[in-house]
C-alpha cells in the first residue's frame, strides 16, 4: 500500500502533469497558426503522452484504493517571440519533470514503499527519452531557425518521439484494458 507522503506527492505530480499538457497543447497551438503543421503535429502529440502519464498515475491511485484528485492547473504560457522559445520552455519543462519524478521515487523508497518506487521506473526512463527528445529539436530548431521549412521537413522525415505502443507502459485511467 503506498504511503501517504507517496499519495501526496504522486497528486501533485498529477497536477504538473496536466499542467504539461496544457502547455503543449499551447505551444502546438502556437505552432498550428504559424502554419508549421510539422510542429504544430510534435506537440499535439507530447500534450497527447502528458495526459497519459497523468492518466496513468490517477489509475495507480485507483487501484491501491486511494483518492486521485483531478486538479485544476496553472495557465500555460501562450506569448512566444520567436520559433525557439516555446522548444527551449518545453526542454526546461522536461528537466524539471525528471527533478519531479526523480524526487518521488527517492520518497517512495524513503518511506519503504517499493511497490511505489517500482512504478516510478517507467517514468524515470520515459524522462530520459522526453529530454533526448526535446534536445534533439531545440538543438534543429537553433541551427534551421531562418528556414523553418528544415525544420518542418526534418520533423517530416525523422519522426522524432515517435515511439511506437509501449507494452512495458502502466495502465492509463480510461484507456480501458
Ligand atoms: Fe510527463
Ligand atoms: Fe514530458
Not at 497543447?25 to 510542429?39: C, F, G, K, M
Not at 507530447?46 to 490517477?58: K, S, V
Not at 491511485?61 to 504560457?77: K, M, N, S
Not at 538543438?139 to 521549412?149: A, G, K, L, N, T
Amino acid at each position: 500500500m503506498p504511503s501517504e507522503a507517496f499519495v501526496a506527492k504522486l497528486n501533485e505530480q498529477i497536477g504538473h502533469e496536466f499542467a504539461a499538457h496544457q502547455q503543449y497543447v499551447a505551444i502546438a497551438v502556437h505552432y498550428d497558426a504559424e502554419t508549421l503543421p510539422q510542429l504544430a503535429r510534435f506537440f499535439y502529440r507530447q500534450a497527447l503522452e502528458e495526459r497519459d502519464h497523468a492518466m496513468m498515475m490517477i489509475q495507480y491511485l485507483i487501484d491501491a484504493d486511494e483518492r486521485a484528485v483531478v486538479p485544476g492547473v496553472v495557465a500555460p504560457e501562450v506569448d512566444f517571440g520567436d520559433i525557439v522559445g516555446p522548444v527551449a520552455l518545453a526542454l526546461g519543462q522536461e528537466k524539471r519533470v525528471s527533478e519531479q519524478i526523480n524526487a518521488l521515487a527517492g520518497a517512495a523508497r524513503q518511506e519503504g514503499d517499493y511497490s511505489s518506487e517500482q512504478f516510478m521506473q517507467w517514468f524515470i526512463k520515459e524522462q530520459i527519452e522526453e529530454i533526448a527528445t526535446m534536445s534533439d529539436l531545440l538543438r534543429v530548431v537553433e541551427r534551421s531557425q531562418d528556414q523553418p521549412m528544415d525544420i518542418e521537413d526534418y520533423l517530416a522525415r525523422e519522426q522524432l518521439g515517435e515511439a511506437g505502443a509501449d507494452p512495458t507502459a502502466p495502465r492509463a485511467a480510461g484507456a480501458g484494458g
